[in-house]
């Protein structure tokens, strides 16, 4: 009886663990998806991953609130860059709040090619926090937090123009 109840438990501690271990590795898939359609300049597409009532606020911008604002948001950000900008995210950790919701801190670097002139363009860095939740089985980001490296203060995210 002792045998089995410690199998039991070293079972169930194990079957633990892989989910964590699968969830993280759900989170990253969810980040490097979000970062490929970062890179095609898609507003809805990215809009997409957020959910209805999400929030984000970058940088010093004012709170934007659902995923239509977050969509114009980034419509509008979009339009101010070059095409040839793209973007590296990395996670710095996760720490899993609840089986449904987690806290992402990561770091972000814009940089890429201009289009025209063919130049590297100037890297930009970025640190920020994500809340992702479960929806209907699917990670959404619940809230979105990035901001400068500390020092630098961007007025209005996005000049490439």
């Not at 699968?22 to 898609?42: A, C, G, I, P, R």
């Not at 710095?92 to 940089?111: D, K, R, Y």
């Not at 930009?124 to 990035?146: D, E, Q, Y």
Request: charged share 25%; net charge neutral; proline share 2%.
């Amino acid at each position: 009886m002792k045998v089995v109840l410690k199998l039991v438990l070293l079972l169930s501690v194990m079957s633990g663990s892989f989910a964590l271990a699968n969830e993280s590795d759900q989170l990253k898939d969810f980040v490097n998806k979000y970062e490929e359609t970062w890179q095609s300049h898609d507003a809805k597409r990215l809009a997409d991953y957020f959910a209805d009532n999400a929030d984000m606020i970058v940088g010093i911008q004012p709170r934007i609130v659902g995923r239509e604002a977050i969509e114009s948001w980034w419509s509008q950000y979009f339009s101010r860059i070059d095409s040839g900008r793209v973007v590296s995210i990395s996670i710095e950790s996760i720490s899993n709040l609840s089986p449904n919701i987690a806290l992402l801190n990561v770091h972000s670097t814009t940089g890429g090619t201009h289009s025209k002139t063919r130049e590297v363009m100037e890297s930009r860095k970025a640190r920020g926090t994500w809340v992702v939740a479960r929806v209907s089985g699917n990670w959404k980001i619940a809230a979105l937090r990035m901001h400068s490296p500390v020092g630098e203060i961007r007025d209005a995210p996005g000049t490439d123009n």
